[in-house]
């Protein structure tokens, strides 16, 4: 960008600062409600909270409080939320990812039928069903990629047939957004939009999560299919494939750590793209506002501001009901 501007005393920035209408006026880059969604994990049960002591404020919630829960966001006006299950039984082949009635597809239904204005995407992947904690089908102590596509897009199309807006792939298997696209089809749901996890890092980040979905790999980590936090380029190139392959929204994940990769993100491609304001992102400034060291109202608006700023169009956090009511006031 070429800056032609004057100087000191001719041009005087702080003219424009002076007060809230002008700032107001000028201002660049603009948060609101309607940007946010709203990480829920559901398990089976009735009337259950579970807290997550690693994420104050969020719960493992059976369907019907995950619909009260889903109410208050969404009239605050918060449009989506990001669904993600947490079976009773997990087994090696994932099977309560793709049940009919899984606890996903039972609450999808439940959302559909009670809420229907409210936009819900599902995550796809398989590391909360697999008794082993990874996100694809085990052999030789390695996961191996081709054979847990047929189950991604098998799940998707499940999550489809339940009624979701959205299915979002978290898995970072290679062609998992081809192979769910293809399922989608010719399962006659070419409408169905996909938002991939185009660029997943392996990060430290993720830590209170694996608490929220009982999802921790039970051996290794996820380094052989998550992305090194070193590598922007090979980002790209991730997003590029996966556009290639069909997606609609892409995302990058963790946020705050990758404003670098949105802003690329976004400038390189111009498609609709997502930051995932992850766990550790949520639980920090909680942390941290709870011993009174920050304001956490400001810390959690000036960081959503920051992810826009960098080019998200879509803002996911765990903060996203308490977001959208500071927004209002």
């Not at 959302?111 to 229907?116: C, T």
Request: aromatic letters at 8%; charged letters at 20%.
């Amino acid at each position: 960008m070429n800056f032609n501007i004057g100087q000191f005393p001719q041009y005087r920035p702080r003219r424009l600062r002076s007060s809230p209408a002008l700032r107001k006026l000028v201002c660049e880059t603009h948060l609101s409600a309607s940007q946010l969604v709203l990480p829920l994990f559901a398990r089976p049960g009735k009337n259950l909270r579970r807290p997550i002591g690693a994420m104050p404020g969020v719960f493992q919630l059976s369907p019907d409080e995950l619909l009260r829960e889903a109410e208050r966001a969404h009239a605050l006006g918060v449009p989506a939320i990001l669904l993600f299950g947490i079976p009773d039984k997990k087994d090696t082949r994932a099977s309560g990812a793709f049940a009919a009635n899984g606890i996903v597809q039972q609450t999808v239904r439940l959302l559909k039928k009670e809420l229907p204005s409210l936009l819900v995407i599902t995550d796809v992947c398989l590391c909360e069903y697999m008794e082993h904690g990874h996100c694809g089908v085990v052999s030789g102590g390695k996961i191996v990629n081709d054979l847990t596509l047929k189950i991604l897009a098998q799940t998707a199309l499940s999550h489809a047939r339940a009624g979701a807006d959205i299915v979002a792939p978290s898995d970072m298997m290679d062609g998992r957004v081809a192979a769910i696209r293809a399922a989608l089809d010719k399962g006659g749901f070419s409408e169905t939009p996909i938002m991939s996890y185009a660029a997943k890092f392996a990060s430290a980040f993720y830590g209170p999560f694996r608490e929220a979905a009982e999802s921790a790999p039970q051996f290794g980590d996820r380094r052989s299919y998550q992305m090194d936090a070193a590598n922007a380029n090979e980002a790209l190139r991730e997003v590029a494939l996966d556009i290639r392959e069909g997606a609609d929204i892409v995302m990058v994940k963790p946020a705050l750590a990758y404003l670098d990769l949105i802003f690329r993100v976004k400038t390189e491609f111009g498609y609709p793209t997502a930051a995932y304001s992850v766990s550790a992102e949520y639980a920090m400034i909680k942390a941290a506002a709870a011993k009174g060291w920050i304001d956490e109202r400001a810390i959690t608006l000036e960081s959503l501001l920051a992810m826009r700023r960098a080019g998200a169009d879509i803002l996911i956090t765990y903060a996203a009901a308490d977001a959208a009511q500071w927004l209002k006031s």
